[in-house]
Nanobody
Framework: QVQLVESGGGLVQAGGSLRLSCAAS????????LGWFRQAPGKERDFVAS????????KYADSVKGRFTISRDNAKNTVFLQMNSLKPEDTAVYYC?????????????????WGQGTQVTVSS
């Protein structure tokens, strides 16, 4: 069992930045690929970014490529999402998730554990 707790969400103006963090409870944190998803009101949960177990490989949704950066610190059991040049359409609840996949994972069904989410609101 892995417990994930997100933090760092909030209200920011368009063009601003936020850094989300997700702390995991499990010592074998490096056994999991990690990902960030987001869900806007009335919409499906969408893939944002994923990072492999080692942190070497990453994958991004086209909508955030070049603006968001996913990273991880296996020593601190934490994954991060640095979000720059934020847009109003980035407004959503952001979820981190852990997958037993050995590489990065982009599909919801590939993830075994989920956090409770953190709200990100970007004002225009």
């Amino acid at each position: 069992q892995v417990q994930l707790v997100e933090s760092g969400g909030g209200l920011v103006q368009a063009g601003g930045s936020l850094r989300l963090s997700c702390a995991a409870s499990r010592r074998t944190f490096s056994d999991y690929a990690l990902g960030w998803f987001r869900q806007a009101p009335g919409k499906e949960r969408d893939f944002v970014a994923s990072i492999s177990r080692s942190g070497i490989s990453t994958k991004y949704a086209d909508s955030v490529k070049g603006r968001f950066t996913i990273s991880r610190d296996n020593a601190k059991n934490t994954v991060f999402l640095q979000m720059n040049s934020l847009k109003p359409e980035d407004t959503a609840v952001y979820y981190c998730a852990a997958s037993v996949a050995s590489y990065y994972a982009v599909q919801i069904y590939q993830y075994n554990y989920w956090g409770q989410g953190t709200q990100v609101t970007v004002s225009s």
